[in-house]
């Protein structure tokens, strides 16, 4: 009787947490029926608080009051919290599962030292398999309860994040390259609230995450981090535990949170396999249907006047099963996505040719990459690599500004101030007879199709300008001249087609001397930046 009773409890349980469970019947022997199948064991379940921490201190003590309302994954479902704060998933995997909170709105959770939010337990009773990077040591018998402190925090309708494309660094050298570079000119001179660093925080040696943890903490900002194909460990025989290393420091490879009005989804689209004819491991851009099927279950919770923000590492456009993410967002009106990866700065707006099928095209961000192109190229009056992309832009980071469920994004070039958001080109000197073929060429860095550039020469009129598919010219004589002069520095990447170049020529009819080229860009977001350069007519 107790036996039957605690197993219905069980299911129902389950059931209500969104569980595979087996339909059982209960009723009266008879001698005609077959004997009935073996009841299947329990599911082990993982349970605990979420609650207010009100004296800081990460421990439920009594008087903390529990939260109700509030959701808890295992990577696979979710749980929401009763009256009192407690919660119960299954255990997906015995020796290898995480469990953790989805932030809500007005609330923090917990960060270490190093600002990197805690917001979720490991239970790998066993530890992580040996590999050359350590990953998670073992944590011992699951805890009879696995508590997650919340603290309230004011956060505003509006409010902006940061956002790092490929910091990847190779060695603590180059750690250095972007605390000078990056952090140490944002210290104390940024209003955002968090900050998120799109993947291959490192460039394949795991042991340089500890002193760049180190450099981003000065920031004092939470920092979330996503999953990139340098951040894994290329010993493991499989993807499930490529990324040991990567929990050991960040927690789980998916997860989702909220602030203010913004729902977040952070996404791991890495998906790593053994080649079986090399041996040799290697990966592509997926997001598999295990993750997928929890990106349903997460969104189902989120209204859909919420803007909804996804991040991952590889674009989307290079993603193999994107077409089953578009399903699940398609219908929403309000969603982005961002990506870095590729190591250049450039706006995808995918429609029905890349098989959305959304009312409006939906925008794709590839992140503008803090080491640009990976710390390459001579180096500056200070010693770090001008790392130029191969687009023509400088490295940088973005700066996100959200507003309910709209949202505008800032480029921003390393160490140069805000208005630094494009480059003009153009010759020094011009023959006065030939001004009316001389090209004027401008790199407008975080410029996109929808990008307005405008051109006037002095006093005269705005002209418009018109983009142009090729290669920066800058960047094209930079790259030309280091190959000729075999440069002992790392030499730049070849040049891509700039996708945000715009070019004019001049207007015929100028006067001799010298002469300003305006530049005004103004882009999706209506946003307007100036830029001008001098030009001498002979």
Request: charged share 25%.
């Amino acid at each position: 009787m107790m036996r039957n009773r605690w197993i219905i409890l069980g299911a129902t349980a389950a059931l209500a947490l969104g569980s595979a469970w087996a339909g059982l019947s209960y009723g009266p022997r008879s001698e005609a029926r077959k004997p009935e199948a073996p009841l299947a064991p329990a599911v082990k379940l993982a349970t605990g608080f979420v609650f207010h921490d009100a004296n800081k201190n990460g421990k439920r003590e009594p008087g903390e009051r529990g939260l109700g309302g509030v959701r808890v994954s295992n990577r696979r479902d979710f749980a929401t919290t009763n009256a009192q704060g407690r919660w119960q998933l299954p255990i997906p995997d015995e020796n290898d599962s995480i469990f953790f909170v989805v932030k809500p709105g007005g609330w923090r959770t917990e960060v270490d030292p190093k600002q990197l939010p805690r917001f979720y337990y490991i239970h790998k009773p066993k530890g992580s398999p040996k590999s050359r990077y350590p990953g998670v040591a073992p944590t011992g018998p699951l805890p009879a309860s696995i508590d997650f402190p919340l603290q309230p925090q004011q956060e505003s309708r509006s409010f902006r994040a940061l956002f790092f494309g490929d910091t990847q660094p190779r060695n603590v050298r180059e750690v250095d390259y972007i605390r000078h570079d990056i952090v140490e000119p944002l210290i104390g001179k940024t209003d955002a609230k968090f900050g998120v660093t799109l993947g291959d925080i490192v460039f394949d040696d795991l042991s340089v995450f500890e002193p760049l943890i180190d450099t981003i903490a000065l920031l004092g900002l939470p920092w979330y981090n996503v999953l990139g194909n340098h951040d894994i460990n290329y010993d493991s025989p499989d993807d499930a535990h490529s990324d040991e290393t990567f929990e050991r420091y960040f927690g789980p490879n998916y997860y989702s949170f909220d602030h203010g009005p913004v729902h977040f989804v952070v996404l791991d689209n890495v998906h790593y396999a053994i080649n079986p004819e090399t041996k040799r491991g290697g990966y592509t851009g997926a997001f598999g249907k295990e993750q997928l099927e929890w990106v349903k279950k997460d969104l189902a919770f989120v209204p859909e006047s919420k803007l909804i923000v996804l991040m991952m590492h590889i674009p989307l456009t290079g993603t193999r099963d994107r077409e089953d993410l578009y399903r699940l967002i398609e219908k929403r009106p309000y969603s982005l996505s961002v990506s870095a990866h590729t190591h250049y700065q450039e706006h995808h707006f995918i429609g029905a040719k890349d098989g959305w099928k959304g009312r409006e095209p939906h925008h794709h961000v590839v992140n503008v990459t803090t080491c640009g192109s990976w710390w390459q190229g001579s180096p500056d009056e200070y010693g770090i690599p001008h790392a130029t992309m191969r687009d023509g832009a400088p490295n940088g980071y973005a700066i996100f500004s959200f507003d309910g469920n709209q949202y505008s994004i800032e480029f921003r070039a390393a160490r140069r101030p805000p208005t630094y958001q494009m480059r003009i080109m153009a010759p020094e000197v011009v023959a006065q007879g030939e001004a009316a073929q001389t090209v004027v060429s401008v790199n407008v860095f975080g410029g996109t199709e929808k990008s307005k550039v405008e051109m006037k020469v002095g006093d005269g009129k705005w002209l418009p300008m018109t983009r142009a598919l090729r290669p920066d010219p800058d960047y094209q004589q930079m790259y030309d001249r280091d190959k000729e002069l075999k440069t002992p520095y790392r030499a730049l990447p070849a040049p891509i087609d700039s996708p945000h170049l715009w070019e004019a020529k001049l207007p015929a009819g100028l006067p001799k001397g010298m002469l300003p080229i305006h530049v005004r860009t103004t882009d999706m977001f209506g946003q307007v930046y100036l830029a001008t350069r001098g030009i001498t007519l002979r």
